[in-house]
């Protein structure tokens, strides 16, 4: 039977996907701060009566647009700091989705060993290291499927958030 040493434990799975699901979770959250500031600054940018003098017109106008182009900014960085999190949770995806493949073929090979071994003793360990086996599987399989949930709804956040600014800046 090969050995891989560096396999990681079932914690460290679930340690690792949890990490980044938060991250991605905290970041999308951090992204409607800059959205947020958009859209009241183009809100108090068109509720302005505009009857002060030319030069304090200007000065708002330009103060108000410099804040607008920061905020855009802020959401453009914070937007690829969040795809590239999203990128490195699709790879953990793929990967708890292969480990699980293979893992299954594995409790498969298992069962079949079992099925053509002569001692008790030994279909009993060929039986409990397929359902461990199995287990295993099922757990890689649910692991990708809640993070790649959380993925999916990360990116309509994201999508949304994008929404939100396009519009506040067209105003």
């Given at each position: 039977?090969?050995r891989?040493?560096?396999?990681?434990?079932?914690a460290?799975?679930?340690?690792?996907?949890?990490?980044?699901?938060?991250d991605?979770?905290d970041?999308?959250?951090?992204?409607?701060d800059?959205?947020d500031?958009?859209?009241t600054?183009?809100g108090?940018?068109?509720?302005?009566?505009?009857?002060?003098?030319a030069?304090?017109?200007?000065?708002?106008?330009?103060e108000?647009?410099?804040a607008?182009d920061?905020?855009?900014d802020?959401?453009?960085?914070?937007?690829?700091?969040?795809?590239?999190v999203?990128?490195?949770?699709?790879?953990d995806?793929?990967?708890?989705?292969?480990?699980?493949?293979?893992?299954?073929?594995?409790?498969?090979?298992?069962?079949?060993?079992?099925?053509?071994?002569?001692?008790?003793r030994a279909?009993?360990?060929a039986?409990r290291?397929s359902?461990?086996?199995?287990?295993?599987?099922?757990?890689?399989?649910?692991?990708?499927?809640?993070?790649?949930?959380?993925?999916e709804e990360?990116?309509?956040?994201?999508?949304?958030?994008?929404?939100?600014?396009?519009q506040?800046r067209?105003?």
């Amino acid at each position: 039977m090969k050995r891989f040493g560096d396999a990681p434990s079932r914690a460290e799975f679930k340690e690792r996907t949890d990490l980044r699901r938060q991250d991605m979770r905290d970041r999308a959250e951090e992204m409607e701060d800059p959205v947020d500031d958009m859209e009241t600054l183009t809100g108090v940018e068109e509720g302005l009566s505009g009857e002060s003098s030319a030069e304090v017109v200007e000065f708002i106008e330009g103060e108000v647009e410099e804040a607008k182009d920061d905020s855009s900014d802020t959401f453009d960085r914070e937007a690829r700091e969040l795809e590239e999190v999203q990128s490195e949770t699709d790879e953990d995806v793929t990967e708890l989705d292969e480990r699980s493949d293979a893992t299954s073929d594995d409790a498969e090979k298992l069962k079949m060993a079992g099925d053509l071994l002569h001692g008790d003793r030994a279909k009993e360990a060929a039986d409990r290291s397929s359902d461990e086996s199995l287990r295993e599987a099922e757990f890689l399989a649910e692991l990708a499927s809640e993070t790649h949930a959380d993925v999916e709804e990360n990116r309509q956040v994201e999508e949304d958030n994008r929404r939100r600014l396009d519009q506040a800046r067209r105003r």
